[in-house]
Structure formats: structure tokens, C-alpha cells
């Protein structure tokens, strides 16, 4: 199949879906530009909700199987966008658009990819491509979902924008409810047990607490206070004050440990876990995937963001066209020749592990 007219097709695909709002669980516009893909190469596909998937030609039960997985969801565009987020806009090389680069530039690229190796007979891995819905907002409805519908996987390659480097490890995630007491009153009287004055130590803990145990790959566990409310009125002492606290988990801990941990030692008095399955990832650096990528000249890393990677209990590498830092940006782009780049090192990728 010629890679040439599969690039030029992602990048129109690419097009349709900056064009057709898509923000998480309002994805299904953008899933029927993604059928329309899969009908014209004649590709046997399903759809469960907002989620577009199929699975290579020659699908067989007694071989492993390779995910290849990105989302068609986006986040809102912020206020500081100069360029209509969606309309795709080609000015000096670079494709504008809301979703350009996180994920469009990857799930394009992979879509391509899984296009390519579709009628291929006697693969040593089945290919299963998921275009996968709610990925921003972690919602019930997405890859998540699919898991127990899809084919067992073996071992997944999730696309996001990693410059098509080789993320072997993610950061997991973990979000608390803190709540600091104290005793409520009015402002003109004495009160020694001010829920407020109470958290500046709390605040200080939390600043100041280490996790031990740090990770090659990941480094050390990330822990920010990151949102603080209190308070109803001037005149009123508050009862409490309610903290959240983001925590960003290395692969050295689990995110139950992590609860654990800070519900013993945490100078709350309640702290609660919001969810504890977003729990951090990674592949071993002797997988054949990561040494393909190796001896192809791309490097590791550890990657601090969450992706979808962090619903999955298999072995999984982040890879993908475009950079990890424009994402969520205002004027949000890719470069045109990054998902012609990407789709060109997946397929080299998987010619390497799965012919």
C-alpha cells in the first residue's frame, strides 16, 4: 500500500476532525468521519458508543495482540486562541486546529498504520486499532470501556505526542479531597481552633513531605496542593477548609500505596482518594517494540502527563507525532511533516516486531 496516499488521506482525515467539535462524550460527528475512513479502504469495523475499532484481516486467536490506540476527544479551547480553533489552518507547514496535535496528529498516524498492515497475512502479532472516545476527561466511556469487549492485548503502542520518541514509562495519578477542621465562630470572638490558621501547617506538611522511593524512569512522586476553598462570608470562622491534592505516581508505587500512605501520615483530618485507577505505567526496556525503536535511533523517556495508557494492565509505549508541550496550548498545531514522520517510523516500528 502506497504510504504516500495514506499520509495525504490522515492529513485530510485530520482536517475533518479539527473542522467537527468533539469535545469528551461528544465525539460521535467526529467517530463518522472516522467510519468513513475504515468504508473506503474497506476495513470490517465496529462502533461501541463513541469508540471506532476493528481488527486486522487476518485475526488470529493463537497469536498476541498489539493494541494501537488514540482518541478523537478534545478539551475546550481556552480564551487565548487568535486563530479559529475549529478550522484547520496550513500556514508555513504547520496544520492549526483544536485537536491538531492532541491527539488528531497521533490517532491519524495510527489509523494509517493499522491501514497498512490490514490485509497483511501471516503477522507474528494481531493488530486491534481502537479511535477511542473520552480520553480528556477520563470519562467511563472510553478505552476503558473497550477492554472487555476488544481482544485480549498483549501489549499496546497509545498515541500522544512524544516527537515520536519512546515513552517506556507514564506517571499515574491520583486526586485527594483533604478537609482541615477546626472550630466555627463568629470573627469578633477569640477562637484558638481557626480552620484556617489550622492549615498553614498542613499546607507546610504537605509542601515539605517526601515520597521515598524514586524510579529511573519517572523520577520521584509529584505531590501539589493545588485548589484551597473556605469560607461563606467576612464575619464567619469557618467550620473547615477543603484542600486537593494532585499526586503524580512513579511506577515505584502503587496508587493504593499512595493512599495508604498519606491517610496515615497526612495531618487532615479526613483525606480521600477520588479514584485510585489511573495508576502509572510502563514497558520493559528489552520489550521488542522499545528495542526496535532503539536501534531505529529514537530515545527514551519518562513521561509526566496521564494518557490512556493508565486504564491499561498491559505492557504499553507512548509514541506519537508531535510535542507534549503545544497540547491543551492556545493556536494549537502540528507540523504536517511530523505525521508524515510518524506514520513513516510506526510502520518501520511494526515492520521490525510484527512481519
Known amino acids: 500500500m502506497n504510504q504516500q496516499e495514506l499520509t495525504n488521506d490522515a492529513i485530510s482525515l485530520l482536517k475533518q476532525l479539527i473542522e467537527t467539535q468533539s469535545f469528551s462524550s461528544e465525539?460521535?460527528?467526529?467517530?463518522?468521519?472516522?467510519?468513513?475512513?475504515?468504508?473506503?479502504?474497506?476495513?470490517?469495523?465496529?462502533?461501541?458508543?463513541?469508540?471506532?475499532?476493528?481488527?486486522?484481516?487476518?485475526?488470529?486467536?493463537?497469536?498476541?495482540?498489539?493494541?494501537?490506540?488514540?482518541?478523537?476527544?478534545?478539551?475546550?479551547?481556552?480564551?487565548?486562541?487568535?486563530?479559529?480553533?475549529?478550522?484547520?489552518?496550513?500556514?508555513?507547514?504547520?496544520?492549526?486546529?483544536?485537536?491538531?496535535?492532541?491527539?488528531?496528529?497521533?490517532l491519524v498516524s495510527l489509523i494509517a498504520t493499522f491501514t497498512y498492515f490490514y490485509n497483511q497475512k501471516n503477522l507474528k502479532y494481531n493488530l486491534v486499532m481502537v479511535a477511542s472516545a473520552e480520553e480528556e476527561s477520563s470519562g467511563p466511556n472510553g478505552l476503558n470501556s473497550m477492554l472487555p469487549i476488544i481482544p485480549k492485548v498483549d501489549v499496546a503502542i497509545v498515541g500522544e505526542p512524544t516527537l515520536m520518541?519512546?515513552?517506556?514509562?507514564?506517571?499515574?495519578?491520583?486526586?485527594?479531597?483533604?478537609?482541615?477542621?477546626?472550630?466555627?465562630?463568629?470573627?469578633?470572638?477569640?477562637?484558638?481552633?481557626?480552620?484556617?490558621?489550622?492549615?498553614?501547617?498542613?499546607?507546610?506538611?504537605?509542601?515539605?513531605?517526601?515520597?521515598?522511593?524514586?524510579?529511573?524512569?519517572?523520577?520521584?512522586?509529584?505531590?501539589?496542593?493545588?485548589?484551597?476553598?473556605?469560607?461563606?462570608?467576612?464575619?464567619?470562622?469557618?467550620?473547615?477548609?477543603?484542600?486537593?491534592?494532585?499526586?503524580?505516581?512513579?511506577?515505584?508505587?502503587?496508587?493504593?500505596?499512595?493512599?495508604?500512605?498519606?491517610?496515615?501520615?497526612?495531618?487532615?483530618?479526613?483525606?480521600?482518594?477520588?479514584?485510585?485507577?489511573?495508576?502509572?505505567?510502563?514497558?520493559?526496556?528489552?520489550?521488542?517494540l522499545v528495542k526496535a525503536g532503539i536501534a531505529m535511533g529514537r530515545t527514551t523517556y519518562g513521561s509526566p502527563t496521564l494518557s490512556d495508557q493508565a486504564v491499561l494492565s498491559c505492557p504499553s509505549l507512548k509514541l506519537g507525532p508531535g510535542d507534549s508541550t503545544r497540547s491543551h496550548s492556545a493556536d494549537e498545531f502540528i507540523y504536517l511533516n511530523e505525521i508524515e514522520e510518524g506514520i513513516k517510523i510506526y510502520i518501520e516500528l511494526l515492520n521490525r516486531v510484527i512481519v
Open 27 to 106: 465525539e460521535h460527528e467526529t467517530a463518522l468521519h472516522i467510519e468513513a475512513w475504515f468504508k473506503h479502504y474497506q476495513i470490517d469495523y465496529k462502533r461501541t458508543q463513541n469508540n471506532v475499532w476493528a481488527i486486522n484481516k487476518y485475526f488470529d486467536e493463537s497469536k498476541p495482540t498489539l493494541l494501537l490506540n488514540s482518541h478523537h476527544d478534545t478539551v475546550k479551547p481556552n480564551s487565548a486562541y487568535t486563530k479559529d480553533p475549529f478550522k484547520a489552518i496550513v500556514e508555513d507547514g504547520k496544520l492549526y486546529g483544536l485537536g491538531s496535535n492532541d491527539a488528531g496528529g497521533c
Open 165 to 288: 520518541n519512546l515513552a517506556i514509562a507514564e506517571k499515574g495519578l491520583v486526586v485527594f479531597d483533604a478537609v482541615v477542621e477546626g472550630t466555627p465562630s463568629h470573627a469578633a470572638h477569640p477562637n484558638n481552633n481557626n480552620a484556617i490558621y489550622n492549615t498553614i501547617e498542613v499546607l507546610q506538611w504537605f509542601k515539605d513531605f517526601k515520597f521515598e522511593r524514586s524510579s529511573e524512569a519517572l523520577g520521584d512522586v509529584k505531590l501539589t496542593v493545588t485548589q484551597i476553598h473556605a469560607g461563606s462570608q467576612h464575619n464567619v470562622v469557618p467550620a473547615d477548609v477543603n484542600l486537593v491534592i494532585d499526586v503524580r505516581v512513579n511506577d515505584a508505587y502503587t496508587n493504593a500505596e499512595i493512599a495508604d500512605i498519606l491517610q496515615k501520615e497526612a495531618p487532615c483530618t479526613r483525606i480521600v482518594p477520588r479514584s485510585l485507577r489511573l495508576n502509572s505505567s510502563s514497558i520493559p526496556v528489552d520489550h521488542a
